[in-house]
Nanobody, 125 residues
Framework: VQLQASGGGLVQPGGSLRVSCAAS????????IGWFRQAPGKEREAVSC????????YYPDFVKGRFTISSDKAKNTVYLQMNNLTPEDTAVYYC???????????????????WGQGTQVTVSS
């Protein structure tokens, strides 16, 4: 399983950023893939998950309407578009998957087994 997150950086409050997760073709054939984040001193939390076989997405309430997950299977890449960012969105963002989690909801509510390295997103003026 190969997952590589990239695209993080510094963005001002209210700004937008898109992070990418390059996956091996095998990984992208997993039933679900998602984005998680961990801020300093906080537990890791799910921010967006995608069922790859029917494109059903799941978002927790605190990002709903601001974050969008998508995939480009031709490029074996999953994206997270983040809009209207706030300082509370500052964290290391990870992409993850789990062969045993067959839906976006299950992945976002579980503890995925396979993780990529994270990418830092900092929201600050």
């Amino acid at each position: 399983v190969q997952l590589q997150a990239s695209g993080g950086g510094l963005v001002q409050p209210g700004g937008s950023l898109r992070v990418s997760c390059a996956a091996s073709e095998f990984t992208l054939n997993r039933p679900a893939i998602g984005w998680f984040r961990q801020a300093p001193g906080k537990e890791r939390e799910a921010v967006s998950c995608l069922s790859t076989w029917n494109d059903i997405t799941y978002y927790p309430d605190f990002v709903k309407g601001r974050f969008t997950i998508s995939s480009d299977k031709a490029k074996n890449t999953v994206y997270l578009q983040m809009n209207n960012l706030t300082p509370e969105d500052t964290a290391v963002y990870y992409c993850a998957t789990d062969l045993a989690r067959s839906s976006s909801y299950a992945l976002c509510h579980g503890r995925p087994t396979d993780w990529g390295q994270g990418t830092q997103v900092t929201v600050s003026s």
